[in-house]
């Protein structure tokens, strides 16, 4: 079992291969001046169970360049098998026509990994769980749900909680997190007038003088969930804190959610937090390491991964 990784997310890379006991594969994962990627592979792969941990992130597209062409490095090694870990499936949002003669990106790339050499994929909280359908090999969505109810139990013992879908399509996911957590669940629902700018209508369910945790999959701008806090607390909410599995926080982001009436943002590792991130004072990562190197060990192992979603 050989693991590497490119440059997108390196320290959750060094945290997984902690998790498993075992050293990153040496590569170099490099650019020419015009910005070409060039990937080297300095050990040999012939035969290895080979895992690369790259989240398709800011910047997307060379994240995922760099993806591919180590996919396609390791094939023409002879690598037994290769296994494309991406904490963070980018283009996961462009998963269906959204207008006439627009793409399906999330379905492009699916085709792009396979072609490049993956023999399966890993992946966590996909935006919609039907992108596993875009990929014609084993493809597992791992959950973060488990690392969220661990901390937030650790966190709000006893108090009275409800979780928070900040709209109709979310409720899956946060249902998911108050059935764990014996919660009650609400609802924002939610118009949206243009892409990037969002309007909260009204709340669905009882929050007056309770704790509310929203739940997302993905935060990008924060808007939707700095307009989500504040109906919240004008339905009388106790305190509102946000668990999203993937901190994009593109733009102004950062100091949206900072000067917010959240008392707290919650992500993973999935994508490497920015300077400004780690700064913060409301925004704190989870490490998802432990769960991606179990995961990996299992199919390493050929044995179940679907108990991990329990």
Known sequence: MKVLTGNSNRPLAEAVCACLNIPLTNASVKRFSDMEV???IHENVRGEDVFVIQSTSYPANDNLMELLVTLDALRRGSARRVTAVLPYYGYARQDRKSGPRTPISAKLVANLITVAGADRVLTMDLHAGQIQGFFDIPTDNLFAAPVFTKDIQERFNGEELVIVSPDVGGVVRARAIAKRLNADLAIIDK???RAGVSEVMHVIGEVKGRHCILVDDIVDSGGTLCNAAVALMEKGAQSVEAYVTHGVLSGGAVARITSSALNSLVTTDSIMATEAMRVARN???????????????????????SSLFD
């Not at 990562?285 to 179940?304: D, G, K, N, V, Y």
């Open 283 to 305: 925004i704190r990562q989870l490490t998802i390491a432990p769960l991606i190197a179990e995961a990996m060990q299992r199919i390493s192992e050929e044995r179940s991964v």
């Open 38 to 40: 060039f990937v080297e």
């Open 191 to 193: 118009r949206r007038e």
